[in-house]
């Protein structure tokens, strides 16, 4: 199988592909990522190495650029990580998100179409059904529930959730949708919640808890969400949403507090800040279909993947602190500018 990897040098593209790598060697595989401030091609280094893997600088908007992708490449499958991730950038330039996750989508959705592609899959967030009530712990997220977005990240994710399901009624464009909880793991961008918290604890520096610490994230290990995403491309019925997640809620407050007791580091480095406008209170996703489909669950407990996690950053410091630094942002230029 040919396989387009979109956003493949971000934090969960990336680790698809070294998923995929280390358990498909038939697959070829291509990456097509703009090298925005949070892809980082030092993450696929090593990736670089396996001729089954090519990477290619571009914007999933050039309309252009993926047309002709796709006309030399002939994918048999697109998985489409690309998109602009972060709910407090969303709230400071929205434009940019319905750039990419919205018209970015639509392009790959026109590619797809044209070129034939045996499967498009869309990478999408259970933030797309909005929040529940701190005090209703009996309510999850099921592929039923209504889409009903407050930011305008999710609003855009949302939009091409509903682009992609609109190819597959209109165009017979054999489509597939995952929507999972919040991720943690290896080369998680240092401005979410937990890399942002474990490189901060590290320099000793204050941790800026929005509001009260109170809200709710349903985490899961990017391995395990990887793992789902295959089985989704390969044995998922067409034309379906799938949910992903593995009731792993936890308070903000709870894993900052097991961030800091793991790296022995004082609570008092806690601080409270202005709470994000609009923030949603609690993301929990019932999981049922995919094990019931598919046979997916996750494998990694989260205490398990924590202390997983706070390793591979202590043992990667050279990684985030390069990207702290803004280094990352040269790595493209130093190893390409004199092959074009
Ligand atoms: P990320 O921000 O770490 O990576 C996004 C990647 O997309 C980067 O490499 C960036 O350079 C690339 N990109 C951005 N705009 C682009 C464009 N116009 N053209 C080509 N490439 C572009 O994001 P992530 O956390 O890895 O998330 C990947 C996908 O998974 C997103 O679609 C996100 O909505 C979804 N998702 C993320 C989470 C999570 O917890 N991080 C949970 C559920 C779903
Ligand atoms: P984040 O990692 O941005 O993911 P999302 O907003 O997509 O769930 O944030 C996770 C939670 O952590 C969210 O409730 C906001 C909170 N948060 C903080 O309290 N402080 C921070 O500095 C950040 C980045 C997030």
Redesign the pocket.
Known sequence: MKILITGGAGFIGSNFIYYLLGRYPEDELVCLDALTYAGNLETLEEALQSPKFRFVKGDIADRTLVYDLFETERFDVVVNFAAES???RSIETPELFLRTNVMGTQVLLDASRKYGVKRYHQVSTD?VYGDLPLDRPDLFFTEETPIHTSSP?SASKAAADLLVLAYYRTFSLPVTVSRCS?NYGPYHFP????P?MISRALKDQNL????T?E?V?DWLYVEDHCAAIDLIIRKGTIGEVYNIGGHNERT?LEVVKTILRELDKPESLITY?TD?PG??RR?AIDPTKIHRELGWLPATKFDEGMKRTILWYLNHRNWWERILAGEYQDYYERMYSHRS
């Open positions: 972060h709910v407090d933030e990240y919040n401005e979410k919640l937990i942002l800026p808890v929005y509001g610490g809200n994230r903000n800040v994000r923030h949603d993301y």
